[in-house]
Structure formats: structure tokens, C-alpha cells
């Protein structure tokens, strides 16, 4: 009986409450990482910021392709019409932010698309297509939830920081405004409607995941930082 209540507490608990949770350590690093707070004291070079967008191009041309994957995947049919509109402003509105902030520093968009993914970011896209081509609906969402929503929290922590860089600003104000915001609570809310239909083993799975993708994010920045190349060199 105490058994059977444990897993009903479980059940009844956030999905992604549990989820935050689970990974709050992790992003309270991500905070403190000179890539961030470089972003808000104006310390981050510009090669490394540049670096980062020309890898994040990238990754968000990927990560739309494993959103239309999750898409077809969806049990409800509004759910899949959200995950398609998603990949398609992840590549016109995020991709146009890149655009135009590497526009300023003098590159172009067809460069970006040339250079090769760092390691970090070739096997955190690898992870997210293998989720999404090979796991059920609920562990691709986990997987890719971290995108979404670690990105909306650092946006609202910075933009209470501000940035005297114009373009660290704007990204800042990218990923702290309201369609963005719009955007993570849609798929926040998917999270936590499949939380009551999984069992115990389907809930683990998932906490695991996301976990994984919260640190593939601090990855992700921590790559920018040293701009990640491939060894040897």
C-alpha cells in the first residue's frame, strides 16, 4: 500500500516541476558562467559571440528538423500544429536574429552555414534526433525542453541585468520576451499533460533526459567560451 502511494504522490506531482527540480543545480552554474555573465557585464569578446551564433545557426537547423520529427509523433493533433509552427519560428525568427547580429560583425549567412559543428554541438543535435527518431513522444518533448525553457530563465535573469552591448542586448530580449515566453509555456503544458499517463519507469526515462539536456546547454556555452575545435589540431 505505502508503495502504490508513493507512485500516486509521484503521479500527481508536476512533471516539469520535478524536472526543474531535478536539474537546478545545473542551471544555477549555468548562470554563473563567464559566458553569460560576460553577455550582461560586457566582458564576453566578440570572437566568442560570434563563435556562438555561427554554432547556434547550426543547431537550430537541426533542432527544427527533430521539432517537425516530434510533430508526427504527437498524440494530439493541436500539439503537432504547435511543434510545427515552433520549428518553423526557430528558423525564421531565432535564424533571423543571427542574421542580423552576424550581419553586424560582418559575416554572412552562407559562412556560417559552411563552418563545421564543434564536437558539443554535433553530439547534442545527435542526441536530440536519436530522442526524437527512436524514443516515444514524451522522452523526445523531454529531451528537447531544455532549449526552451533554460533559455527563457536566462533571458529574464539577464534582461534584469541589461547589457550596455546592442547586440548582447538583443539577444537578451530575444529569449526574455513574451512569443518566446508564449512559446515554452506551450510546451510546458504538453509536458506536464503526459505526466499522469506515464509510468514510474516512462517518468525516470524522462527526468533523465532532460537532465542530460540541461547539461548539454551549459555544453553548449561552455564550447563558445573556449571555441570548441576538433582534436587533433
Known sequence: MMAMAAVAALAA????????????????????????????DGTL????FQFYLEQDAQYLRVYGQALSVLASKAPRVEWARTLNRHAAEAVAVEGALHETILGKFGVQSTQASRLAMAPVNTAYTNHLLATVERGTFAEGLAAMLPCYWIYWEVGKELVKRGSKNREYQQWIDQYAGEDYGRNVREVLAMMDAMGPEMTPAGRVRCLALYERGARYEWMFWDMAWRKEQWPPE
Open 13 to 40: 506531482a508536476s512533471l516539469t516541476g520535478e524536472m526543474w527540480e531535478r536539474a537546478r543545480p545545473v542551471y544555477e552554474k549555468t548562470l554563473r558562467h563567464p559566458f553569460l555573465t560576460g553577455l550582461t
Open 45 to 48: 569578446p566578440r570572437n566568442r
